[in-house]
């Protein structure tokens, strides 16, 4: 199972000496996918080989390696893939922050993805499954609905549409937090555009802040909030 979400290997055995290189390991399952072309497909990550078979995408990566060489994250994935494949990050039960987790998917376009149980949390104590926590859907039923309602309206726009632009913009702070506006770093504030036509700007500060677009017009996104410009 997990060779065909996430990992490509190839294989050796011995005893037999046989050996399947992994590039015969990849061929093996696309023609696999391609025995339920009827379908629609879903994976799990998937590597880039397998998603022009799939439908749906779960678990997407949305940030860097986190290298010290690196001084930030782009969604390059998303910003291929959107408009042409559904696809959601990691599960909101899974993060610790239900907020940065609804800013990531408007900014990159990402589907709500809970994952899901009946069973009580405990039930992966002391087990090969301890790695699974906060599933049982009584935790985040209906943070999940209230979401869902509060940006539905945003992705039934956007869905089928590519993203056109994605870039850091300058921003200052407002707010009582400060009397006097100061600069804020970009790096906090996002603006997405999708299909040149709709624009999301994202801000995952602590604090309100104004950004400038285009035309030169002022717009405020609240602390943790965004502003979805038609």
Not at 31 to 52: C, P
Not at 59 to 88: C, D, K, R, W
Not at 186 to 200: L, P, R, S, W
């Amino acid at each position: 199972k997990e060779e065909y979400r996430t990992l490509l290997r190839s294989h050796v055995v011995p005893t037999r000496e046989v050996f399947l290189p992994i590039e015969l390991a990849a061929i093996g399952i696309l023609e696999t996918l391609d025995k339920f072309s009827d379908y629609e497909i879903m994976v799990e990550k998937g590597n880039d080989y397998a998603w022009n078979k799939a439908d749906h995408i779960l678990s997407l990566p949305t940030g860097s390696s986190e290298y010290l060489a690196s001084n930030g994250s782009i969604p390059f994935i998303q910003m291929v893939l959107h408009g042409y494949v559904y696809f959601a990050n990691n599960p909101f039960n899974e993060t610790c922050d239900y907020d940065i987790q609804k800013l990531m998917c408007l900014e990159t376009g990402s589907n709500l993805y809970f994952r899901w149980m009946s069973e009580e949390d405990t039930i992966f104590i002391n087990t090969d499954y301890d790695i699974f926590y906060s599933l049982n859907y009584n935790n985040s039923y209906d943070t999940a609905v209230s979401i869902y309602k509060e940006i539905k309206p945003i992705v039934d726009k956007i869905a089928g549409l590519p993203i056109t632009e994605h870039n850091q913009v300058a921003a200052v702070m407002t707010g009582r937090q400060s009397e006097v506006k100061s600069s804020v770093s970009a790096e906090n504030v996002f603006k997405t555009v999708y299909g040149d036509k709709y624009t999301i700007y994202v801000n995952y500060n602590s604090y309100a802040v104004e950004v400038t677009d285009d035309s030169g017009n002022t717009i405020s996104v609240d602390a943790y909030g965004y502003q979805f410009i038609q």
